[in-house]
């Protein structure tokens, strides 16, 4: 990693803890409050009001999870709804046709569960009213959930003989109106300043300066701009790790992503309502060290792995070093011709614009959080920078992770590291003051596995069915690597892809949808039954023989489980693709 690429990313990273701290604090705050005054206050009370709900209800963790389950399969029926039946409905200046059943199905279960794989094009088959009505929406709802099932799982360690663990409609309502809906306003304001497009005028058609002809021998005069209210949907895609972008190109598209500044923001919020969560815990369980073991325990795995991406896509690959290629970086000068000022590296399937490094970073970014969402082609990525983006998805997107999803995904992780703790010492393991007993540890060994076995099972089908090979668009290990990214990414709620694999197929569309229901809902359930049995047990004083929670030992054993854990599953698979692709590369 040179200079240019050290210095971006630790401003990155800066910018990141900087506003992480007072976020999280404010979070704290407006996920507890009791009542509320002023609009938002007045708004929520009203919305209970309108929908007959009593917010000091308490709820046994069965009945919260029945509501989630319940409220989310609504939204997803809704959506496919939306999906089948848009060509019908208003809002659709392109006149879009309904979306295929096996695509809709794809479409309505990857933005309900917080993935947003895209297997369409959205500004070539999705209406105004699908994108703002439908995926929008969904987009604040599944982060909501996240948020939600977050905060019930904290509650249950500050808890004690409780039979409940707080309201669903409650947190669900909180999440939305007081962090997610404020936090794009603002975002979808800075990036509209940009020149990001917001509007509901249908597409535009430019002349070009130089016409063209296409492969039918046409002479092309024009091109047709497509615009819709891009900005709105952007900014939550980005804040409530969704991914999901107006364009087909994501925000690899100028009308989303246009600028430097634009590419810093939306880089920024991926990341930054998971990282303050860590905060927030800390705050709600009266122990802010905790919280910072926690995000000590993602930096510790992001940061040497972001420095990988962003190393391995500066260094082009050798088929670049070719006689003529020039892969090194150049930098603009009066004196030289414009040719000469280049980003150098790997630039194949990146923008200009962007550059190396804001790529890689963005990649790295993108798929540690569960946010699935690109400024560049994946694809084209060395195989030590795909590498780097299955790495992170395959740990079980807890570093960082998607908002509320991956904090709770990595406090499962803490309790198997503090339960493995107490296997070494001969006494019952505690975390939080909670003693971690058989019913947490089964739990806890679903919510881990279950990812792993979807993501193996479905890349197996994929490459030993004749309708998933059918997918594959480029031989080999890169093949391969393009099957186990897709199913990596649907077994663990990412949503980005390699995009060198045709998966707009009943095949990849049943298969994949299938794949992301089971590991959204499977772990929301198992990690609500472990909030449910924490939540009814007391606090248990700390001891001499308790592990500390919150000091570098504690992070070195949690960093240790979900390392030794996604390495046993998946390094036998990653040796099959991007790793021995790597070894190619270099002629071994």
């Known amino acids: 990693m040179n200079a240019d ?121 999705l209406s105004d009213l699908t994108q703002t009505l439908g995926l ?17 799982l904290t509650r249950a360690f500050v808890r004690q003989r409780s039979a409940t663990i707080g309201n669903a409609w409650v947190d669900l309502v909180r999440s939305t109106l007081y962090v997610l809906l404020p ?21 535009r058609a430019v002349p070009l300066i130089e016409p063209v002809t296409d492969s039918a021998g046409a002479k092309v005069a024009e091109q047709l701009l497509p615009l819709g209210p891009a900005a709105s949907q952007i900014a939550i895609k980005q804040l409530g790790t969704n991914g999901g972008g107006f364009f087909g190109a994501n925000s690899a598209h100028p009308f989303e992503n246009p600028t430097p500044l634009s590419n810093f923001l939306e880089m920024l919020a991926i990341l930054l309502i998971p990282a303050a969560l860590c905060f927030t815990f800390g705050e709600l369980v009266a122990d802010r060290r ?28 050798p088929a670049l070093a070719q006689p003529g290629v020039d892969s090194a970086a150049h930098r603009d000068e009066p004196e030289a011709p414009a040719t000469h000022a280049a980003p150098g590296g790997n630039m194949e399937g990146k923008e200009l614009r962007i550059g190396t490094p804001d790529s890689a970073i963005w990649a790295a970014a993108t798929t540690a959080a569960s946010n699935g969402s690109v400024n560049a082609m994946h694809d084209s990525f060395t195989p030590l920078g795909g590498f780097v983006a ?33 296997l070494m010492v001969g006494r019952t393991p505690e975390y939080l003051g909670k003693k971690i007993e058989a019913f947490e540890m089964k739990m806890a060994s679903i919510a881990v596995l279950v990812p792993c076995l979807l993501v193996l099972v479905g890349t197996a089908a994929g490459i030993g069915t004749a309708a998933g090979r059918a997918g594959i668009l ?25 995009a060198g694999l045709g998966v707009n197929t009943p095949f990849y569309n049943l298969g994949l949808g299938l794949v992301m229901l089971a590991s959204r809902y499977w772990l929301i359930v198992a990690v609500l039954a472990i909030a449910g049995s924490l939540a009814a047990k007391g606090i248990t004083p700390a001891s001499s023989g308790t592990l500390p929670t919150h000091g570098p030992l504690f992070v070195l054993m949690v960093t240790s489980v979900v390392l030794v854990v996604g390495a046993l599953t998946f390094f036998p698979a990653l040796a099959l693709g991007p790793l021995v692709e790597h070894l190619h590369l270099l002629g071994a």
């Open 390 to 422: 299955l790495l992170l998805m395959q740990l079980g997107e807890v570093v960082f992770g998607g908002v509320g999803s991956g904090l709770y995904g990595l406090i499962v992780f803490a309790i198997v590291a503090v339960f493995i703790a107490g």
């Open 136 to 152: 929008a929406v969904q987009n604040f709802l599944s982060a909501a959930t996240g948020i939600a099932v977050l905060i019930a």
């Open 474 to 498: 480029n031989p080999g290990p890169h093949g391969f690597s393009e099957v186990l990214y897709a199913f990596s990414s649907a077994g663990n709620n990412n949503g980005s892809a390699f």
């Open 183 to 203: 936090l794009s306003a603002v975002l979808a304001i800075a990036l509209v300043s940009q020149g990001v497009v917001q509007s509901f005028s249908p597409d």
């Open 5 to 125: 690429g050290a210095l971006r990313f630790s401003l990155f990273l800066g910018a990141l803890l900087l506003l992480a701290g007072p976020l999280g604090l404010f979070m704290a705050r407006a996920l507890t409050r009791r009542g509320g005054s002023g609009p938002l206050g007045a708004l929520e009370r009203g919305l209970y009001r309108l929908a007959g709900i009593d917010p000091t209800a308490e709820m046994s963790w069965t009945r919260y999870a029945g509501v989630l389950l319940g409220f989310n399969l609504l939204g997803l029926v809704v959506l496919y709804v939306l999906l089948r039946s848009q060509a019908g409905l208003p809002l659709d200046p392109q006149a879009m046709p309904a979306v295929p059943p096996d695509l809709a199905f794809n479409t309505a279960v990857s933005f309900a569960t917080n993935t947003n794989w895209q297997a369409y094009t959205g500004e070539a088959q």
């Open 290 to 317: 905790q919280g910072w073991a926690l995000l000590a325990v993602m930096l510790v795995i992001f940061v040497p792995l972001g420095a990988l991406c962003i190393a391995s896509e500066q260094r082009a690959p």
